[in-house]
């Protein structure tokens, strides 16, 4: 097969031709048709994720969609000519999707969505996973809660938006000016990140605070999200990595959950999990209600290297995907 292969951290990718990768008992043989790019993947590129390592030489690529060719012996859920999708390796000596096929654990897996594309598909996975891990099964969403979103307009960002108005809850999203137009399209109340807490605070909720703040933005951030919750309210975040004052938390009596999507992947731990939550992704998507943000932008595997450069420019729009 051909893989594109990482030999040294911030060079580029190797086109090479390589062994197609054998399975285990319980695995899938995926021919990958399209590979998701987020910006976590530039970081192990660049070997600047301490959290993320991927021992060199390494395929990386978090994301895939394709078509399985091939079944263990132990596998019963999936069968020949199945379109799966998942977040399936390019992590912790894990073989990632930047290939033309690979070796799948089947618990990372689902069922593609019939009326997505193979491109729209592995846009999915890291982000809804994210997104949902930290909005129903940490922070327990139920309907006519109202829902602070910051960084509405970014990959996990416009997929929670997605999740939360699909079980009935009250979203609203903080962006950029320019971001205001993806924010509401998805149906959220769009709030300017350079606002005042206090001011949309008591725009929108009366002073309360937001039932839920999700923080996908990390530091300062994280911080005002602390100051945004109600009393007994609940904060997540996919990035709270830094050191924060907690203060403004405890006098709420508020609850606050980290979101480690990689987690499952790197220690085995809890992967059937992330094959649940990907079965979620496709009820959603084919119930219309789930719609990923991609960029116009395509990419073949001697030009994955282009769409890392978009991603650190800050210039995609939407996700960003390579065709296999």
Partial sequence: MCAAILETHNAPLRVSTISTPEIGPREVLVRVRASGVNPLDT????GAAAHA??????ILGLDLAGVVEQTGREVTRFK?????????????????SLAEFAAVDTDLLALKPANLSMREAAALPLIFITAWEGMIDRAALEAGQRVLIHGGAGGVGHVAIQIARAF??????TGSASQRVIIEGFGATFIDRNTAIATYVAEHTGGRGFD???DTVGGKVLDASFEAVRRFGHVVSALGWGTHALAPLSFRAATY?????LLPLLSGEGRARHGEIMAEATRLAEAGELVPLLDVSHFTLESV??????????????????DI
């Avoid at 009935?168 to 999203?173: E, K, W, Y």
């Avoid at 290297?305 to 390579?322: E, M, N, P, Q, S």
């Fill in 212 to 214: 839920i703040v999700y």
């Fill in 305 to 322: 290297g282009d769409a890392y450069a978009l991603i650190r420019d800050h210039t995609a729009r939407g996700k960003l995907v390579v």
């Fill in 53 to 58: 390592r991927h021992p060199l030489p390494a």
């Fill in 168 to 173: 009935g809850a009250q979203v609203f999203a």
């Fill in 43 to 46: 970081k192990i590129h660049a």
């Fill in 257 to 261: 959950s980290g979101v480690f999507t």
């Fill in 80 to 96: 020949l000519g199945d379109e799966v999708y998942g977040m399936t390796g390019g992590v912790g000596g894990v073989q990632g």
